[in-house]
Nanobody
Framework: QVQLVESGGGLVQAGGSLRLSCVAS????????MGWYRQAPGKQRELVGT???????HFASPVKGRATISRDNAKNTIDLQMNNLRPEDTAVYYC?????????WGQGTQVTVSS
C-alpha cells in the first residue's frame, strides 16, 4: 500500500559522505515510524536508524555520531546523511515504513565504500 523509492547510493572513498533519500507514496506525517536498514553480503539486515512520527530519531551503535535522519513532509521524503564512511558501511541500504496495517520496504540502494 505504501511504495518507497531509495536513491543516492554509489561509490565513495573511506572518510567521505553520502546522502540517501527515500520518497514515499503517501503522506509521511501519517506514518508512525520510518527508518533505514542495511544489509551487507552474507549478513543479516540491520537497523541503521529510525525517525518517529513526532521527530525523535534513534541510531544503531555502528553509525552513532556519523548519521542523521531528516524529513521533508512536503516532499514525503526522509534522508539519511552519513559522514566519515568506512568500508564496513558497504551494504544495500533499504528504506522502511510502518503504518497501522503493516510494514513496507523499498528496493534498496547500493553503498560501496572503498578503502
Amino acid at each position: 500500500q505504501v511504495q518507497l523509492v531509495e536513491s543516492g547510493g554509489g561509490l565513495v572513498q573511506a572518510g567521505g559522505s553520502l546522502r540517501l533519500s527515500c520518497v514515499a507514496s503517501t503522506n509521511i506525517e501519517s506514518l508512525p515510524a520510518m527508518g533505514w536498514y542495511r544489509q551487507a553480503p552474507g549478513k543479516q539486515r540491520e537497523l541503521v536508524g529510525t525517525i518517529m512520527d513526532r521527530g525523535q530519531t534513534h541510531f544503531a551503535s555502528p553509525v552513532k555520531g556519523r548519521a542523521t535522519i531528516s524529513r521533508d513532509n512536503a516532499k514525503n521524503t526522509i534522508d539519511l546523511q552519513m559522514n566519515n564512511l568506512r568500508p564496513e558501511d558497504t551494504a544495500v541500504y533499504y528504506c522502511n515504513a510502518v503504518d497501522r496495517r503493516g510494514g513496507y520496504w523499498g528496493q534498496g540502494t547500493q553503498v560501496t565504500v572503498s578503502s
